[in-house]
């Protein structure tokens, strides 16, 4: 991966290279993905690119409960299939997308059937197969008045922030993407930002407030000249330090803080207590 931009200092940068070892120093097209624009002007992106696959099949399976869901996941990705995509929706379905030869891909889907031991809902490449997956991209289960919230998420942790998240008020949406690697969150207006704040800090789980709009319990309004940040934060203090290498007079977005603010959970601790 190779890219160009322009710094905070208005320095034209190149980073990356269209070999395999290309960094020294700062891996800048690294730094750059999820940097949702706080490190520089992006100019230009060689990226590595595949064959596009000649067809696509999806399956859905049906469990009962989320441990099955996760533990059929992971055996789906223990197994030399040609998955695409791997996604976890509401209520407890496991959607997988196979891409390969036309001819191969019903024997793929069998494959899947005997090591799930279950039958599926198969979904042949076409219009209808691929709109799902492309709405899927621009986020459109999100209603227009929700808020949506980016949590990094690991398979080992999934359970146990699912099982707390039914306690916080107003999450309207929960899908698991990437095999278990992110968490969207489709919350309301009036969802609870503390008691979803405490999920995180409890779970050691990172979050971001995606799209902008009021946080109306415990927090602040978020801002579109930074990003408002939930849960674990350990890692911002590093980020920042490469920010200002890179952005020395702050020309970019930063982050807007914490939703809700140290400050508010240190009052609503003490309202507890009293």
Known sequence: MEIELIDGLGRLVRGG?????????F???KLMVGS??????LLEATL?????????????????GLQATLRALQLLQANPLPISALEIEPPLRLVVRFAG??????????RAQRLMNLSANIQEGGPLESTYWQQLSEFAFLPADSQLIR???????????????????????????????????????QFDAVALHRVLLAQRLAAVVVCEGE????????????????GDTNWVSLS????????????????????????TLAKTETADAS
């Open 27 to 29: 891996d800048i097209p």
């Open 240 to 263: 920042q330090r490469l920010q200002h290498a890179m952005d020395p007079h702050g020309k970019f977005a930063d982050y807007a803080g914490t939703v809700p603010t140290e400050k």
């Open 101 to 110: 030869r036309a001819e191969a891909l019903p024997a793929v889907v069998q």
């Open 215 to 230: 946080i109306s319990k415990g927090g602040n309004t978020s801002s579109r000249h930074g990003l408002q940040l939930m």
């Open 151 to 189: 949590v990094a998420m690991s398979g080992r942790k999934l359970l146990a922030f699912h099982e707390d998240l039914q306690r916080v008020s107003g999450v309207q949406v929960v899908r698991y993407s990437g095999g278990c690697s992110v968490a969207w969150l489709v919350v309301s207006s």
């Open 17 to 25: 290279g269209k070999v395999v070892k290309n960094a020294a120093g």
């Open 36 to 41: 949702y624009g706080r490190l520089g002007v």
């Open 48 to 64: 590595k690119v595949f064959p596009k696959p000649p067809a696509w099949v999806t399956v859905r399976f049906e469990f009962s």
